[in-house]
């Protein structure tokens, strides 16, 4: 049992560059989150996925895109990197209904844009 | 939307002491105040939580209480160790949560 899963753990980007990042979680919950984590401000949630087929903007949006592919998978898209989005990535996942409290992290992804 | 505080940034104690972190927030349809424990490195794990219709909550050395006349809630470690040395954030919402921005434990041995 995996739990949640981000792939990859490390990243190098030009400005400019557009990539993905990968999450998926074996534990059949309904709702998965994306934070971006920088230091003294904690973690601030991106996107996030109430259940499959629904997706919602939180507190930073901006520059980035999400899917959720399946109930499993939920992807973060940077479509042209900034510097400003040189942070730690983590996905999560959770199964306590409409609360919007994640629950499990993944091993998060650490991304840095030149 | 909703606004978390949380004091203090760090926090040294030595082992066996007691440790107290405090959070406050805005919102008062705020009903859900979980807490985390990021070791350095690794991923926040959810340790407790705490729901608006409950005063307290306790799990062995851990435990949280709530202020909703207040809006603030805190999380109280008894005979603290080594390995509680970590960073600690306190989050709180409805239907989606808000971090604060993080306590840093440090245990003496």
């Known amino acids: 049992n995996a739990g949640v899963t981000q792939t990859p753990k490390f990243q190098v980007l030009k400005t400019g560059q557009s990539m993905t990042l990968q999450c998926a979680q074996d534990?059949?919950?309904?709702?998965m989150y994306w934070y971006r984590q920088d230091p003294g401000m904690g973690l601030r949630l991106i996107y996030y996925?109430?259940?499959?087929?629904?997706?919602d903007k939180g507190e930073v949006p901006n520059g980035y895109n999400v899917s959720r592919l399946n109930k499993r998978e939920f992807s973060l898209r940077l479509e042209s990197a900034a510097p400003s989005q040189t942070s730690v990535y983590f996905c999560?996942?959770?199964?306590?209904?409409?609360?919007?409290?994640?629950?499990?992290f993944g091993d998060g992804t650490r991304l840095s844009i030149l | 939307g909703e606004n978390v505080e949380q004091h203090p940034s760090t926090l040294s104690v030595q082992e066996g002491d007691s440790a107290v972190i405090k959070c406050t927030y805005s919102?008062?349809?705020?009903?859900?105040f979980p807490w985390y424990k990021q070791e350095l490195g690794k991923r926040p794990q959810l340790i407790i939580d705490?729901?608006?219709?409950?005063g307290e909550k306790k799990d062995q050395r851990i435990a949280v209480t709530l202020n909703k006349t207040a809006k603030h809630f805190s999380l109280h470690i008894t005979e603290t160790q080594p390995e509680d040395s970590a960073v600690y954030f306190c989050?709180?919402?409805?239907?989606?949560?808000?971090f604060g921005t993080g306590t840093k434990l440090q245990v003496i041995p």
């Open positions: 999560a996942s959770s199964d306590l209904g409409g609360q919007g409290v994640p629950q499990h």
């Open positions: 534990m059949n919950h309904n709702s």
């Open positions: 996925s109430a259940s499959e087929g629904t997706t």
């Open positions: 919102d008062s349809a705020s009903n859900y």
């Open positions: 705490i729901r608006s219709n409950v």
């Open positions: 989050a709180g919402g409805y239907q989606k949560v808000t």
